[in-house]
């Protein structure tokens, strides 16, 4: 299956300071990725929606200018953390859609794939 | 306004007994489904999808679920629980923009798992 890979898997920072995280689909393009975050033992809350070439379309409540987001290529997404304050630790996790492409498949016939997750301790 | 929701905060069971993990969702249109697995400090696993055919859909690790469409269900079953099924189970479901590449997944609040041996 498709695999989706995400860097780094932990991190701890100063206050202050930034943190980028990256997010990759391995074999397959990905022309939008999805940033979520989730809070221990919570759902996922989708926070941005990357689009590969063009702006990134943030939810409702989220910074665009404190996670910063940029789809550079067909096959990375970063998410930078800017001025990280405590309150940013978290759980971020990305994903992508394989669009099954490569197969012989209907084009419906898709499913979307996570990275392994970022865990962001800011101290 | 689409919707999932896990009416369980937390299921039981006894290693070797069916399982059970409730989801209702509330779409326009079609509903395209998912349940996914977390196990700690992990990013999602696919188990299995809805997307139309058979209301019976068999996924990953011996699950399946249950298309439900009067009741709006898309239930998640195990007929033999494993201790190591013990994890966080999110039910999601896909919501459509126009042009979009693939969709934003709306998921339910989680249903942590525990099996017992």
């Known amino acids: 299956g498709a695999v989706v890979s995400q860097h780094p898997s932990r991190v701890i920072c100063k206050s202050g300071t930034s943190v980028k995280i990256e997010c990759r689909s391995l074999?397959?393009?990905?022309?939008?990725m999805f940033w979520y975050r989730q809070f221990p033992k919570q759902s996922l809350m989708l926070m941005a929606t990357?689009?590969?070439?063009?702006?990134?379309?943030?939810e409702q409540g989220v910074e665009k200018d404190k996670f910063l987001i940029n789809h550079a290529s067909l096959t990375l997404s970063t998410l930078t953390v800017t001025s990280a304050h405590p309150e940013d630790s978290s759980f971020y996790i990305c994903?992508?859609?394989?669009?099954?492409?490569?197969?012989?498949?209907?084009?419906?016939?898709?499913?979307?794939?996570f990275g392994q997750g970022t865990r962001l301790t800011v101290v | 306004a689409q919707s999932v929701a896990q009416p369980e905060d937390q299921v039981n069971v006894a290693e070797g007994n069916p399982l059970t993990v409730k989801c209702t969702y509330s779409?326009?249109?079609?509903?395209?489904l998912f349940w996914y697995v977390q196990y700690p400090n992990r990013g999602l696993q696919f188990l299995l999808k809805?997307?139309?055919?058979?209301?019976l859909v068999k996924g990953s690790y011996g699950f399946e679920a249950e298309f439900n469409k009067s009741q709006t269900s898309f239930h998640l079953k195990k007929p033999s629980a494993l201790v190591s099924d013990s994890a966080l189970y999110f039910c999601?479901?896909?919501?459509?923009?126009?042009?979009?590449?693939?969709?934003?997944?709306?998921f339910g609040q989680g249903t942590e798992l525990s099996v017992k041996p």
């Open positions: 994903s992508a859609w394989d669009r099954g492409l490569r197969r012989t498949v209907q084009r419906t016939n898709t499913e979307a794939f």
């Open positions: 074999d397959f393009q990905a022309t939008t």
């Open positions: 990357s689009n590969e070439g063009s702006k990134a379309t943030y």
């Open positions: 779409v326009s249109g079609n509903p395209y």
């Open positions: 809805y997307i139309t055919g058979d209301n």
């Open positions: 999601a479901v896909r919501s459509w923009r126009l042009g979009n590449q693939g969709g934003k997944l709306i």
